[in-house]
């Protein structure tokens, strides 16, 4: 992987959602609880984070789908639980580039969602109280997941890592073998998107974006809240 600076991610109404919270400590607050009965239970929820996981290493390797429009790092987690939660039929995998017979082999099982589960991603907890298929990356963490640590040794599939730079909020994705982000910006000749070893980030030249309990900037691991455990 080519090095270089992060961009820090800055979704669309972000700076709506940021005057809202006075605070970046308020991040580590626990969320507002998920709706009684949608949770994932336990094999759903590791079923879920191969979904994911498969979805996000997709944009990885082939480069990002047209269908995923909203491209920063927010952008990317939203794209890839509303897919990990669909039904994966011959139309979604023939969109997604994943009906070759070399494909077929490494698709996890269906995950056997009830309506008010497959529809979670449609209904991100949002600052002003409304919920929706837009959260900002401040309000996934601050309103749709809960604080897990800041040892990253604690982390599982599609935790995500949380940077405050000050004016602007990052997201990046634990995927156990890598962590995957997109800068927030995109060229004609780069899509924003980047995967990096653990070893990487933790040695990266930039110090404030090193997954380390000493670094002010780093927050935290965080876990949607939906997921078990």
Do not use: K
Not at 42 to 65: M, N, Y
Not at 148 to 161: E, G, W
Not at 200 to 208: K, P, V, Y
Request: positive net charge; proline residues 6%.
């Amino acid at each position: 992987m080519r090095r270089r600076f992060l961009s820090a991610c800055a979704a669309t109404g972000l700076a709506t959602g940021l005057a809202t919270y006075a605070s970046p400590a308020r991040a580590l607050q626990a969320p507002l609880p998920t709706d009684d009965g949608d949770s994932l239970s336990p094999r759903q929820s590791t079923l879920f984070r191969a979904w994911f996981t498969l979805i996000v290493d997709q944009q990885i390797r082939r480069g990002p789908t047209p269908r995923w429009t909203q491209r920063d790092c927010a952008g990317l987690v939203r794209f890839a639980a509303d897919n990990a939660l669909r039904r994966h039929g011959a139309d979604w995998l023939h969109a997604n580039g994943l009906n070759g017979v070399a494909d077929a082999g490494r698709l996890p099982p269906e995950i056997g969602l009830d309506a008010r589960q497959r529809s979670l991603a449609q209904r991100w907890m949002r600052a002003d109280g409304t919920r929706g298929p837009y959260a900002s990356a401040i309000a996934l963490i601050q309103d749709n997941s809960r604080f897990v640590s800041r040892d990253i040794n604690q982390a599982l599939p599609v935790d995500l890592l949380f940077y405050d730079q000050g004016d602007d909020q990052h997201l990046m994705i634990w995927l156990d073998r890598y962590i995957a982000y997109h800068t927030g910006t995109t060229t004609p000749t780069d899509n924003g998107l980047r995967a990096v070893s653990v070893a990487e980030l933790m040695q990266w030249q930039d110090s404030r974006w090193r997954p380390i309990n000493g670094n002010p900037n780093f927050i935290g691991l965080f876990r949607l809240d939906f997921l078990a455990p």
